[in-house]
């Protein structure tokens, strides 16, 4: 694997006014955030064929994963309402958008101008725990063995999965109460689909960034070639729920 790693400095941020140095440093934070989270989010999923347990760990797992995603796809929004529109820097920004990035930013502007699934989650279950939610959701799961908790000599192998059942089902339920696995379908594919959305006009805002003031005079910029090797695909990586104690 080839990286290239640019040597920008501090001088050439210096230069540029600041609204629009806060909106891209800011920007750049948010893409940093969701990148991590999609991974965790793959690698903390449940596999086939993994013991009712294991499964049931790992389903916690990705879902406490989700949740958070949803929140901070939730906060990027707002931070776009604050940086980009209101400081009108999309104004001028906005005319020499890439197509790839224009369109991410409408499918954007539509999503969150209605109701939907990252700002019901977020409201309810990403960073607040609603009592409520908790009432109505212990009527939803059904009475089988999943009701479930585990525990361990390790306080990092211990799971109160019943708990998750029921605030999960109540989440799900606010998404599609008649499908519930419909609704985790369109749940992640959902949170997929507006990480890409804010990534790709990352990524296009960065091109005007650069275009405008980090390689503007023709001033070059130091980038080091850096070669990785042995680096693991991303199906090789797991983390694990259940784990051995350090000493």
């Known amino acids: 694997m080839k990286l290239h790693v640019w040597n920008i400095g501090r001088a050439k941020f210096e230069g540029m006014p600041e609204a629009e140095r806060t909106f891209i440093i800011g920007l750049g934070h948010i893409e940093n955030e969701i990148n991590v989270l999609q991974k965790l989010l793959y690698w903390t999923s449940p596999a086939e064929k993994e013991p009712d347990v294991i499964r049931r760990a790992h389903s916690t797992q990705a879902l406490t994963v989700a949740k958070i995603l949803t929140g901070k796809l939730w906060e990027a929004w707002q931070f776009l309402q604050h940086s980009y529109f ?67 000599e390790a306080r990092g192998n211990s799971l109160y999965y019943l708990s998750d059942l029921i605030t999960n089902y109540a989440m799900l339920n606010s998404i599609d109460p ?70």
């Open 178 to 247: 008649n499908d519930h696995k419909k609704a985790m379908d369109r749940l992640i594919k959902e949170l997929l689909h507006i990480s890409h959305c804010f990534m790709t006009f990352g990524d296009a805002c960065w091109i005007i960034v650069g275009d405008m003031y980090l390689r503007k005079l023709g001033e070059g910029i130091p980038v080091q070639e850096l070669n990785l090797e042995d680096c693991s695909s991303i199906d090789e990586v797991k983390i694990p729920f259940f784990i051995e104690p350090g000493s």
């Open 86 to 152: 209101a400081s009108r820097i999309s104004a001028d920004y906005d005319k020499v958008l890439g197509v790839d990035g224009k369109e991410a930013l409408e499918y954007l502007k539509l999503y969150f101008s209605r109701d939907n699934i990252v700002s019901r989650i977020r409201n309810n279950f990403a960073f607040h725990y609603s009592v409520e939610q908790i009432r109505q959701g212990f009527s939803l799961p059904p009475d089988t063995d999943e009701w479930q908790i585990v525990l361990s």
